[in-house]
């Protein structure tokens, strides 16, 4: 996918905006008004604020869609210590930590602290996100019904793989806690397989229902 970046910068902070991964979850824009509006240009207009402040609402964007880079020797951004995949309702997937996005050749093709990947299967930029689910009608209030699809629950630490395969479900490998989009059940584990195609009975994981539906994506082939 593109991941073109519009920059914006002041003497003490760099920030970056990628059109193709911001989804408008408006967590800028709610959080700090007067530097991210939308319809204004620049639309972020970093100077607005506090270089602190803006590099916190940054880190707050949960696609990754914002970026940063300071200039005054303020921390750069640190991933969490747990990596965390958090369900949202009819809506994609949000992973936290530290992240290793693998592409089809097998190879590390983003380190990331931040991504939302697709999980109905309708993003013209999958892995990731790109808001198509809005148009799809994707529904799924993004509970968890599987208990026993997480496996192996071990030591926190150490970077989580994300494995899109081919035409078929994410295999996450490496240590992370899976919450519901309500925060309700949160299960940890170092290996499971999520659906990416929308279509799986058992959501968030993948019961193979993509082969019948004819999904196609790029990935890791199997
Ligand atoms: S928080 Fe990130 S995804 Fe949401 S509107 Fe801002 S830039 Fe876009
Ligand atoms: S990827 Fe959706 S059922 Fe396998």
Redesign the pocket.
Known sequence: MSDKRHTFATDAITVTWSKARCIHAAECVRRLPMVFEPGRRPWVTPDAASADRVAQVVEACPTGALQHTRHDGGAAEAAPTVNTVRLTRNGPTYLKGRLELIGPDGEVAMRETRMAICRC?ASRHKPLCDNAHREAGFSDAGAISDLDSVQDPGAPGGALRVIPHAN??LQLEGPFALASADGATMLTGTSTWL??????QSKPF?????AAAG?TAEGVPD
């Open positions: 299967g078929g479900p659906c990416r195609c929308g279509q799986s993948c019961d193979g229902s993509h999904f």
